[in-house]
């Protein structure tokens, strides 16, 4: 229900930006997150946008350089992403949390999510 695009390798300093089609009708009540995972690393959050009001939770590491945005008429979740660094090569997830706000305690939770794209990997060199 959900299938990332977008992702490839991109220098360091460079942007990218992911897109996530979700196919599932609960798209604009969802909260909708993007998680990465680096090779022998725990997947993390990255970001998340919430179903209603749209705001926004980053992580620290990249608060001021990615963007998270959703089209809900369209059906679709973003991330851009700039200023990107060596240790985000990682593979890039997005999630659903129907019929769930996000909320600044737990938007980073992965067992909070129900629905989970393939991912796409993005490669920074």
């Known amino acids: 229900q959900l299938v990332e695009s977008g992702g490839g390798s991109v220098q360091a300093g460079g942007s990218l930006r992911l897109s996530c089609a979700a196919s599932t009708g609960t798209f604009r009540s969802a909260c909708m997150g993007w998680f990465r995972q680096a090779p022998g690393k725990e997947r993390e959050g990255v970001a998340a946008?919430?179903?209603?009001?749209?705001?926004?939770f980053y992580a620290d590491s990249v608060q001021g350089r990615f963007t998270i945005s959703r089209d809900n008429a369209k059906k679709m979740l973003y991330l851009e992403m700039n200023s990107l660094k060596l240790e985000e090569t990682a593979m890039y997830y997005c999630?659903?949390?129907?019929?769930?706000?996000?909320?600044?305690?737990?938007?980073?939770?992965?067992?909070?999510?129900?629905?989970w794209g393939p991912g796409t990997q993005v490669t920074v060199s």
């Open positions: 999630a659903a949390r129907p019929m769930g706000a996000c909320y600044l305690d737990n938007w980073h939770r992965t067992v909070t999510y129900k629905y």
């Open positions: 946008i919430s179903p209603g009001s749209g705001t926004a």
